[in-house]
C-alpha cells in the first residue's frame, strides 16, 4: 500500500510539472538547443570614424555568454573576437576601429555545449576621422581682378569647402568663400586687385575638423590695361627729367607715330 501511495503522488506530480512546463518556457523565453540558437536581426549603426553601436534579437534564454567576431571586408578568418559579453543582453558598442574601413561583424552564443551556428553577418564602414584635403589645385586668371581656382574632391565626409587666400608674403590668412556645397570643384574669385601676387588654398570641413597638408598655389594678376598708369610704356620716363608726366605721353606719341610711318614706308623700325 505504501508503494501505490507513493507511485501516485510521484504520478500527480509528473502531470502537473507537464501541465506547467509549457507556461516556464513562455515566461523564460525560448529554450536553447544544444548548441543555442543563433541570434538573428543584427545591425550595425557608425556612430564615430572608429566605433559602431550594435544590437541584435537574442534567440535562446540560457546561454552563456555573446561573443563578437570581427574582421576587415575580404579576410577569410575572423582575427578580432571579442569574449565573455552577458546573456540576454542585445548590444554592444564596439570601439577602436580603424577610419574608413569596411568591416564585416557577427555574434555567436555559447554554452557548455558548443557555439551557435548560422549566425547573422552584417558590414559596415566607418567614415573618415577628418575630410581628407583636395587635390589637383589650379588657378585659371581670366582678368585683372578675376581667378577662376579648381580642385578636386578627395572626401567623403566634408560638410563644406573654403577657400582661402593671401597677398605673396603676408602672414595672415583670409577666408575669401565659405559654407561651399561639400561637392563643389570650383569658385571664382572677383576681387583680386591688378598686378597682385597671392596664394591661395582650399579646405575641406566637416564637424570633427578640416583637413590637413591643403595645397598652395600662387598666381599673378595682369596689370590693368584700361588704367595708365598700370602701363609698363606709359608709366615711363621719357624726358629724363626724373618724373611721369603729360611730357612723357607726347615723346612716347612721337615715337609710336615714327614707327607706324616707317612702317607704311616699308622701312626697317
Not at 45 to 56: E, G, P, R
Not at 189 to 207: K, S
Not at 238 to 257: E, R, T, Y
Request: charged residues 15%; glycine residues 6%; proline residues 9%.
Amino acid at each position: 500500500m505504501y508503494m501505490n501511495r507513493h507511485n501516485q503522488i510521484r504520478h500527480a506530480l509528473i502531470q502537473r510539472w507537464r501541465a506547467i512546463f509549457p507556461l516556464t518556457l513562455l515566461l523564460a523565453g525560448a529554450a536553447c538547443p544544444e548548441p543555442p540558437a543563433a541570434p538573428s536581426e543584427l545591425s550595425a549603426i557608425v556612430t564615430s570614424a572608429t566605433s559602431v553601436d550594435l544590437t541584435w534579437r537574442d534567440n535562446c534564454s540560457s546561454e552563456r555568454e555573446f561573443q563578437v567576431w570581427s574582421r576587415e571586408k575580404g579576410l577569410d578568418t575572423w582575427p578580432d573576437i571579442i569574449e565573455g559579453h552577458p546573456p540576454n543582453v542585445g548590444s554592444y558598442a564596439q570601439m577602436d576601429l580603424l577610419p574608413l574601413t569596411t568591416y564585416e561583424v557577427t555574434v555567436v552564443s555559447n554554452n557548455h555545449n558548443g557555439i551557435s551556428l548560422g549566425n547573422p553577418v552584417t558590414s559596415f564602414t566607418t567614415p573618415e576621422d577628418i575630410p581628407l584635403p583636395p587635390t589637383n589645385l589650379g588657378t585659371i586668371v581670366q582678368s585683372a581682378t578675376t581667378v577662376l581656382v579648381e580642385w578636386t574632391d578627395e572626401s567623403l565626409v566634408e560638410t563644406d569647402y573654403r577657400v582661402w587666400w593671401k597677398e605673396a608674403g603676408a602672414s595672415t590668412w583670409t577666408h575669401i568663400a565659405a559654407g561651399l556645397n561639400p561637392k563643389t570643384t570650383q569658385y571664382t574669385i572677383t576681387e583680386a586687385i591688378p598686378g597682385t601676387t597671392y596664394e591661395v588654398t582650399v579646405v575641406a570641413n566637416n564637424i570633427l575638423g578640416r583637413s590637413q597638408d591643403n595645397p598652395i598655389l600662387s598666381f599673378t594678376t595682369p596689370s590693368d590695361p584700361s588704367n595708365p598708369a598700370d602701363s609698363p610704356i606709359l608709366s615711363s620716363d621719357f624726358d629724363g627729367d626724373g618724373g611721369v608726366g603729360f611730357p612723357d605721353f607726347l615723346l612716347f606719341a612721337q615715337v609710336v607715330g615714327k614707327v607706324i610711318h616707317r612702317q607704311r614706308l616699308g622701312r626697317p623700325i
